[in-house]
């Protein structure tokens, strides 16, 4: 009698009966603003299938930017990537791949294989990365979602909702514009092979689709988070539980046109926060990597040495009023631009604007100061030398003004790795050497890594 219980739960909850139908859920929204549109079982927690990867995605792409991987670092593939069940790449346990490929075969191909192997190379473990996606998910307003592996594969406590997913599906496309295309790609080269698409046939046959993942597994039925655009208009449509492939493509169709139709044909975008940074973290949940995440509340800017000029000067002439506003206005976009823009290009030779001084620069009153006062030399922080005798120069500028306004703004964008170091400017017949300086040799070489990793031009200055 008990062997008969045990088989008949067993039928019950692991085997699915014909005709079993998964719970069906929708949510539609304008992209642009974020508002809903339709919505029906939005908050209902269901399985999300390979959904999950979409989080996977973003945060390999969330630790790119945050420097902790490289898209060509090579990821070596453990056995429990290797051994995860297809939809898969056919990675080989022992085999190395640059981790670019990872994400084109788990974006495109919806690879499970690769969806581990990132996770494993971001955290250690799969484990570890799932915490972190439910982390992030929390810190983007994904209250009812829990994530329990890379892949979606159907395990027990992994469960999101329709209104989560196209929560995250907006996060995607707004926060990492720079990877969206992998989305719409038909196929993609994924270093061993080329993949073929698994949301292809909506891509093919619905106007304006670009995006973004499939999901499929017994227990959630088939899913679709899917994007369209349309002349000034963009819908994000969300589908639980399609009976088929092609009755769920035909669902989300219906629910974009219905997008289209409610959505006004100009709308203000609204982009939405980026989540609060949640990388790894170590023992009592202290985050191990540190990044700036928006606008520091403490001032950066650069101290004036004193000099005698500056002890004696009892006014200020109208031209340090105006050199005052230009560098705030400065200051403020270069804090602004730290986040999505780690370089500035060079200017045109022609730019003859005066170099950038602190805002607390005090000049002489003109009826008092006879001759021009002594350039000022900016130091970042003090430093004693102390084997710290090493540098990083991030490029050569035509003005001054530009060599420190790019120090400022990398400085900010990598705060952690450039900590105590000295922003100076170096000027020469060639041009303005903009540099930091007061480091070692290992953290000089670590700091160029990290911006090379955000495609900042860097490269290592030796003692002199």
Not at 104 to 132: C, H, L, P, Q
């Amino acid at each position: 009698m008990g062997l008969f219980l045990i088989a008949l739960l067993w039928l019950l909850f692991f085997v699915p009966l014909k005709g079993f139908a998964a719970p069906y859920a929708a949510v539609v929204i304008d992209a642009r603003t974020g508002e809903v549109l339709h919505s029906r079982n939005a908050d209902t927690r269901l399985h999300p299938a390979s959904l999950t990867k979409m989080m996977t995605l973003y945060i390999a792409f969330e630790a790119v930017r945050n420097g902790e991987i490289t898209l060509d670092t090579p990821v070596r593939i453990t056995k429990k990537a290797a051994a995860e069940p297809p939809s898969k790449l056919g990675l080989r346990s022992g085999q190395t791949i640059a981790f670019r490929y990872l994400i084109r075969a788990a974006a495109v191909k919806s690879a499970n294989d690769a969806a581990t192997a990132i996770g494993i190379a971001i955290s250690g473990s799969e484990a570890a990365f799932a915490r972190r996606m439910t982390r992030t998910a929390k810190a983007m307003g994904m209250s009812r979602t829990t994530f329990k592996n890379a892949h979606g594969l159907t395990e027990s406590g992994h469960l999101s909702t329709a209104r989560d997913m196209t929560t995250l599906g907006r996060h995607l496309l707004y926060d990492y514009p720079q990877y969206y295309n992998l989305f719409s790609r038909q196929s993609t080269h994924a270093g061993i092979k080329t993949v073929p698409n698994t949301n292809r046939r909506l891509l093919a046959a619905y106007r304006g689709a670009d995006g973004i993942k499939t999901g499929y597994t017994r227990a959630a039925g088939f899913n679709l988070v899917a994007s369209a655009k349309r002349k000034n208009e963009r819908i994000i449509a969300t589908v639980f539980g399609g009976k088929s492939g092609a009755s769920r493509n035909a669902k989300v169709a219906e629910l974009l046109d219905l997008g289209f139709r409610r959505a006004p044909s100009r709308a203000p975008i609204r982009k939405p926060g980026r989540p609060v940074y949640a990388g790894n973290t170590g023992l009592g949940g202290t985050t191990q990597v540190a990044r700036l995440t928006g606008a520091p509340k403490k001032s950066l800017r650069p101290i004036v040495r004193p000099s005698a000029a500056t002890q004696v000067a009892s006014a200020v002439v109208n031209t340090a009023n105006q050199d005052r506003d230009r560098i705030q206005s400065g200051i403020a976009a270069a804090m602004a631009e730290a986040d999505i823009a780690p370089t500035a290009p060079p200017v045109d030779s022609s730019d003859t604007r005066p170099a950038l001084r602190p805002e607390n620069l005090v000049l002489a009153a003109a009826e008092t100061v006879k001759q021009p006062a002594p350039e000022q030399e900016i130091v970042t922080r003090l430093s004693t030398s102390g084997g710290h005798l090493w540098g990083v120069n991030v490029g050569r500028y035509t003005t001054r003004y530009e060599a420190e306004k790019v120090l400022l703004k990398t400085a900010l964008s990598e705060m952690t790795t450039l900590e105590g170091t000295l922003r100076k400017v170096n000027q020469s017949s060639r041009g303005f050497d903009a540099t930091f300086q007061g480091m070692t040799r290992e953290q000089a070489d670590l700091a160029c890594r990290r911006l090379s990793a955000r495609n900042v031009t860097c490269f290592m200055i030796g003692p002199s």
